[in-house]
């Protein structure tokens, strides 16, 4: 539906009125032993106390026993241990009743590199031709080219030779598909090394069979010639990546049909993987294993080797936090969209953002940031207004920006307020780019 250019435009006007300045904040750590019940019963004395605006720790979902939040794993829905959306909408709610703000911690610049994010895990399947490859700063040409379309994975409590021998690295089947197991660690095992596995069942399927289970040699014989014709990771043509999802998924559902309508396909699956696990007294025992980690898009190393071979941008220099390519369009959307929902229902009153410094390009991160709430807002208030209204949003936050130059042209000086929590010196005084203030309480502007 088409919504008239004025409407769209008086309606952009109102949402970048002046923000919300908080006049104090009190921060609360949410973890599994303060939740969003926690702080609904703190905001009568929240209140009294004085208290303009609550500051939250990070509310998105981290890594399983987080104390922090700061290890987010998935932007799009709330930390679990916390509770509920509907107890997120409670608190919300109780805040605004007040007159109270929630300004939010994100983190943008970087993630929980855990098996539940499932960005990281299918980087980690599918490597290169995985659609989320391009969400981490990862070198796959690095200077040594034994890693090239590999991730190093610095996790190893000792060299990978004595680990493997040790027989601390176990494949698993699980829900059709592959899977290797380090102690606390799991990483998804990439399809075209099924392959090999699966032909080592078909070995120890036994050579006599009834006839309820003649089928399942065939079956499983076709599944391995499939695997034969399954496109590389490392070939990343959108046509060929789009031709290894289908055919991986469709083998996926075989496995699942094999292993729930077989016992014996279920035997013959624990007899292979006993022999790919190999025995820690046979040194030779662990060959095959060895062969197939080999051909996984990443290479399992000694966690002292990191700071000399690790491929991927970290945050700072711990090896299960990953750094994100927030600069991508794909990214950004993926990495706000939550946030900038609740932005635009008034949940949310203001952003708090960790570590802009570890961005791309800052200031352009900030633009978009007031861009990408604007946008979400009015969608939120003009639901019938469809399409993109970037360019719209560009022209007026870029007339605000002019404005603010002009107001400071001449001062001896100019200062800009970054999330409620800082002041710092505009680098070119009288000649103010700081991005404009709107409501989303991200940027505001004092001259003198």
């Not at 004025?6 to 104090?24: H, W």
């Not at 000086?413 to 309480?441: F, V």
Request: hydrophobic share 40%; proline share 7%.
């Amino acid at each position: 539906m088409t919504v008239d250019p004025n409407t769209i435009n008086a309606t952009l006007a109102s949402l970048m009125q002046a923000p919300r300045i908080p006049r104090a904040t009190y921060r609360l750590q949410f973890n599994a032993s303060f939740t969003f019940a926690d702080a609904l019963a703190l905001v009568p004395y929240l209140d009294a106390l004085g208290i303009s605006d609550l500051y939250a720790s990070p509310l998105f979902k981290p890594r399983t026993g987080s104390t922090h939040g700061y290890d987010t794993v998935d932007y799009g829905q709330f930390n679990p241990a916390l509770g509920t959306a509907e107890d997120f909408d409670a608190l919300a709610a109780a805040l605004q009743e007040r007159g109270m703000g929630l300004l939010l911690d994100i983190v943008p610049n970087h993630m929980g590199a855990t098996p539940e994010n499932t960005w990281w895990a299918d980087v980690l399947k599918q490597g290169p031709s995985s659609v989320y490859a391009h969400y981490f700063d990862i070198d796959w040409r690095p200077q040594n080219r034994a890693l090239d379309d590999k991730v190093l994975l610095p996790v190893l409590g000792d060299h990978y030779g004595r680990v493997l021998e040790a027989g601390e690295l176990r494949v698993v089947y699980w829900h059709g598909d592959f899977y290797l197991h380090y102690y606390e660690h799991q990483f998804p095992m990439t399809p075209e090394t099924y392959g090999r596995i699966l032909g080592l069942v078909l070995g120890h399927l036994p050579p006599e069979l009834d006839e309820a289970d003649t089928w399942v040699p065939l079956e499983l014989a076709s599944v391995v010639r499939s695997l034969d014709y399954l496109p590389r990771y490392a070939n990343t043509d959108p046509t060929i990546v789009t031709t290894r999802h289908r055919e991986q998924t469709i083998i996926r559902w075989r496995l699942l049909g094999l292993f729930d309508k077989s016992a014996v396909f279920r035997e013959a699956m624990d007899a292979a993987l006993a022999q790919i696990n190999g025995t820690p007294d046979d040194p030779a025992s662990f060959d095959l294993l060895d062969e197939v980690l080999s051909a996984q898009p990443y290479r399992l190393a000694y966690w002292r080797v990191a700071t000399d071979e690790i491929n991927y941008r970290r945050f700072f220099d711990i090896n299960d936090m990953a750094a994100l390519r927030i600069e991508d369009a794909d990214v950004f959307a993926d990495v706000h969209w939550l946030a900038f929902q609740l932005l635009a229902e008034g949940k949310v009153s203001g952003l708090r953002i960790d570590h802009p410094d570890g961005l791309w390009d800052p200031e352009r991160y900030f633009w978009r940031l007031q861009t990408g709430y604007l946008q979400a807002a009015l969608r939120h208030r003009l639901p019938q207004a469809e399409g993109d209204h970037t360019p719209q949003i560009g022209l007026q936050l870029e007339a605000l920006r002019r404005a603010n130059q002009a107001r400071c042209s001449g001062r001896s000086s100019c200062w800009w307020r970054k999330s409620s929590a800082s002041l710092s010196r505009c680098p070119t005084p009288g000649r103010c780019t700081a991005p404009p203030a709107t409501t989303l309480c991200m940027w505001s502007t004092t001259c003198s």
